[in-house]
Nanobody, 122 residues
Framework: QVQVVESGGGSVQSGGSLRLSCAAS????????TTWYRQAPGKQREFVSFIDSDGSGSARYADSVKGRFSISQDNANNTVYLQMNSLKPEDTAMYYC??????????????WGQGTQVSVSS
C-alpha cells in the first residue's frame, strides 16, 4: 500500500511545541525532498517549509514561521520532521507534507497524506 503519513499534531496552548513527522511507504521510489504545507479553515493551502534532502540539505521557511519552526530529515528512516516551537493561535491548521514519489528520481509525482491537525489555543 502506497501512502504518505503525517503525524504528531495535537492541541496545545499558545507558546507550546509540537513535532510533526512525515513518512512515505510502499512507493518504488520517493525523493527525500519534502515540503510542508498547511491549510486553515476557509483559507488556501500555504507553504510552510521545505528541505532539500537530496541536495544541499538546505531548508526554506515561510516568513510567518521563521525562527519558530525547524525542519529536519532522517533519511535512514525516510522521515522528515517539523519541529514547531512558540506556537501561536494563527498556526492552527491542518498540516500536510508533500513527497515526490514514483518509479525513479525523474519520474515522480506529488504524493500527499491525510494531514495532521494542529490546534493552538490562546
Amino acid at each position: 500500500q502506497v501512502q504518505v503519513v503525517e503525524s504528531g499534531g495535537g492541541s496545545v496552548q499558545s507558546g507550546g511545541s509540537l513535532r510533526l513527522s512525515c513518512a512515505a511507504s510502499g512507493y518504488t521510489y520517493c525523493r527525500h525532498d519534502t515540503t510542508w504545507y498547511r491549510q486553515a479553515p476557509g483559507k488556501q493551502r500555504e507553504f510552510v517549509s521545505f528541505i532539500d534532502s537530496d541536495g544541499s540539505g538546505s531548508a526554506r521557511y515561510a516568513d510567518s514561521v521563521k525562527g519558530r519552526f525547524s525542519i529536519s530529515q532522517d533519511n535512514a528512516n525516510n522521515t522528515v520532521y517539523l519541529q514547531m516551537n512558540s506556537l501561536k493561535p494563527e498556526d492552527t491548521a491542518m498540516y500536510y507534507c508533500e513527497k515526490l514519489c514514483g518509479i525513479s528520481y525523474y519520474k515522480t509525482r506529488p504524493a500527499w497524506g491525510q494531514g495532521t491537525q494542529v490546534s493552538v489555543s490562546s
